[in-house]
């Protein structure tokens, strides 16, 4: 059958006579099976294209479902830095004011155990990105978890805030004679504590603040106290010295002018003073001193501001 040949009569219309074309029967079996693989070729396609559309869908709402999970983690990261820095602030605020009121402020100042666990758990995923993709989910309920552990502790530092604020408010006369802010503004150039002499370059103890600034700066009491010196002191130039009671007293050095009197009594704000560059000094600036029964004690315990 398929080898047999074939006579197809070709007639036109309005055309006298015909076509006469001779086939082999193999090609029409030919031309069946080429019309038979594309009708297949056909389906696959439309099929594959069907499926293409299906998968291209799938990963535009995976990716959109990541994206929506990045904006959370990236939401959820800086509230919880944020939360950080606030709970740094309350404890070092709350360190202040146990020293203000000779409480133990050990626990103030140490780190709490929920901070350095954000810490850890925020450093190993943001610094490992694969580790983060794996385990977004994880991640973002234990941002959560830290999350709700650090509103929590903030929210009771605030609480014990309040109760040493309540202890101070009955305590008035202990938090007026504190020298608890800044004596004058400016840039602190040499803190408390060990430094390099600025005139032997060798190590050696700076018993309290150089605050820079320009000369004639007015410089205020930092609390109620009384005078008991005010004159010139060698290496420290123009200098006043000033009692607080419960023994504290502040040193003020390298002043320009000196606008109070021994026995005078000063109050918080009071101007007692201006910057200068008197005595052994480098340029105007502030030597400021605290002292606590005789023992120099740095001066950043105090100031709240």
Known sequence: MFFKKYNVLIFKDREPGFKNLRLRGWLGLVFFLILLILLAGNIWLWTYFNKSRQLEYEL??????????????????????????????????????RVLMNLDAESAEVE???QAQTDSAVGSFLGNPALLERHRDLFARRLHSLTNELSNQVSME??????????????????????????????LSSGFGSRRNPFTGQLSSHNGLD???????????????NVIFSDRDGAYGLCIIIDHGSGITTRYAHLNTITVEVGQSVQRGDIIG?????????????????????????PMRYILD
């Not at 959109?64 to 990236?74: A, P, Y």
């Not at 007015?218 to 109620?224: E, K, L, S, V």
């Not at 340029?283 to 004690?297: C, D, I, K, S």
């Open 60 to 97: 535009a709402e995976h990716q959109k479902i990541v994206h929506d999970q990045n904006s959370q983690l990236l939401s959820l990261t800086t509230k919880v830095e944020r939360l950080e820095d606030n709970l740094i602030r309350v404890q070092q605020f709350d360190a202040k004011l």
């Open 112 to 114: 709490s155990e929920g």
């Open 158 to 187: 605030e609480i014990d805030q309040q109760t040493l604020l309540h202890v101070l408010l009955e305590n008035k006369d202990a938090l007026l004679a504190t020298p608890s802010i800044w004596p004058v503004r400016g840039y």
């Open 211 to 225: 605050i820079a600034t320009k000369t004639g700066t007015p410089i205020q009491a930092p609390a109620r106290g």
């Open 274 to 298: 201006s910057v200068g560059s008197t005595g052994r000094s480098t340029g105007p600036h502030l030597h400021y001193e605290v002292r606590l029964n005789g023992a120099y004690v740095d």
